[in-house]
């Protein structure tokens, strides 16, 4: 992942999500029952001065208690929310490989500065994209000692964590690994397994796919690998 050092990005563009109504739907209701509320005072009414002034005063309260309705709905009542990740590392000798928490035997890995997990990285950017937030190097910031050597199942535990707080869940995600080597095909299983769980999702709904670069470019020589993700996600 290519961190940088933009400060931390605290501001979340999506409200948290409560239990109640939308407030959209809400405010439509509330709107419904006060002009109902209304009408019906005022035809029931009987033309007497002291109970216009009643009718006059709550219809007035009723009106200054609503709230005010905006044209758009708001982000959170989006009920799918698409995102997409990319992440590249150098391979150097002397790392391990670390792909989707699984050590991958090889004769060099990820030089960075957590353990380089590069589909982790990946996934992350791809649940934070869907969300609407900053990516991971401005949320997990390598100017930070606390992330050094850092296992990357703490970035999607802290992923996954913003996405049930906005009041979302992964519909479904689909990976795909680009390296020469070595072959991922004895390890996607493991790799598959794994993911889902660090997501606290079914591996049914978790896809992963691996490609060589066929030989050509930094990739395709065995000098550094890269993930692209996309990842579905639905409100609960
Ligand atoms: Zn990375």
């Not at 959209?24 to 209304?38: C, E, P, Q």
């Not at 009414?45 to 609503?66: D, G, H, I, L, R």
Request: a neutral charge; proline letters at 8%; glycine letters at 6%.
């Amino acid at each position: 992942m290519a961190m940088t050092t933009t400060p931390l990005y605290f501001a979340s563009p999506i409200p948290k999500q409560s239990n109640s109504t939308n407030p959209h739907t809400f405010s439509s209701l509330s709107s419904r029952i006060s002009i109902a509320k209304r009408s019906s005072l005022s035809v029931r009414s009987p033309p007497q001065p002291a109970a216009a002034v009643v009718v006059a005063e709550t219809a007035s309260a009723v009106v200054e208690a609503e709230p005010k309705k905006t044209d758009a709905s708001p982000p959170n009542s989006l009920p799918f929310r698409v995102g997409h990740g990319f992440d590249l590392h150098r391979l150097e000798p002397g790392y391990p490989l670390i792909i989707g928490g699984i050590d991958i035997p090889h004769d060099r890995g990820c030089e960075a500065h957590s353990d380089g997990d590069v589909l982790l990285h990946c996934v992350v950017d791809a649940i934070l994209g869907a969300l609407g937030l900053p990516d991971i190097g401005q949320i997990f910031p390598d100017s930070d000692p606390k992330w050094k050597g850092a296992a990357s199942s703490v970035f999607i535990e802290e992923a996954v964590r913003l996405m049930h707080e906005a009041g979302y869940e992964l519909g479904n995600l689909d990976a795909t690994l680009i390296l020469q080597r070595p072959k991922l095909s004895p390890h996607k299983e493991a790799i598959r397994a794994n993911l889902s769980k660090l997501l606290g999702a079914d591996s049914s709904v978790v896809n992963l796919k691996a490609k060589t670069h066929e030989k050509v470019d930094s990739l395709g020589e065995n000098r550094s690998i890269a993930a692209h993700t996309v990842v579905l996600l639905m409100r609960k």
